[in-house]
């Protein structure tokens, strides 16, 4: 299944076979590191979904864009979560390599008790980076709660340039509750 629309300029693809085969990567990194895999989530992917549009609409990458990532995963029944964003990267493979060398990316990607994952990408060829990447992983809560609680975001890391582009990417955390 893939969903494309055409937006002022904004192209948004996403593909259920291409999201597992980034949660296959991840969950082979992570097994590396001795830890469980993860399974792609609907809601996760809902919220990943909405970033990287909101992301590729406005051109901005930021992780506030789309509301606090407080109120993006209330829905999502996540007893912790985490969310890393990037820009102007052109493969999940060049993106997944930042997200490994930065170390707060890095720590979300092998979030011990992560059990679910949502990615998305969207496109908008009018805007700075063109290309904009989220990832929402997180541990599925077995109670339910009325409340998240809100931590200052890590903000930016990996600022760099890639083939005369900039390439950008940041990393967030939701504290355990």
């Known amino acids: 299944m893939k969903r494309i629309c055409f937006l002022l300029g904004m192209a948004i693809a996403v593909s259920s076979a291409h999201a597992d085969d980034i949660t296959a990567m991840i969950s082979r990194y ?3 590191h001795g830890l469980p895999a993860v399974k792609t989530d609907a809601r996760l992917t809902a919220v990943a979904v909405r970033q990287a549009e909101a992301m590729a609409k406005s051109g901005i990458m930021d992780h506030d864009v789309a509301g606090s990532f407080a109120s993006r995963v209330s829905g999502a029944n996540m007893g912790r979560a985490a969310e890393n964003i990037a820009a102007g990267t ?21 979030l011990p008790e992560a059990d679910s994952i949502g990615v998305a990408v969207a496109r908008n060829e009018n805007a700075r980076y063109k290309v904009y990447w989220a990832m929402v992983i997180g541990r599925k809560d077995t109670k339910r709660r009325t409340e998240m609680a809100v931590a ?11 083939g005369g582009r900039a390439v950008k990417a940041e990393t967030t955390e939701e504290p355990r509750r």
Do not use: F, Q, Y
Not at 92 to 101: F, G, N, S, Y
């Open 90 to 110: 052109k493969t999940w493979a060049d993106t997944l390599r930042i997200w490994k060398e930065s170390s707060g990316h890095n720590k979300n990607l092998l």
């Open 30 to 32: 992570r097994r590396e």
């Open 152 to 162: 200052p975001s890590p903000a930016a890391a990996n600022r760099g340039r890639k």
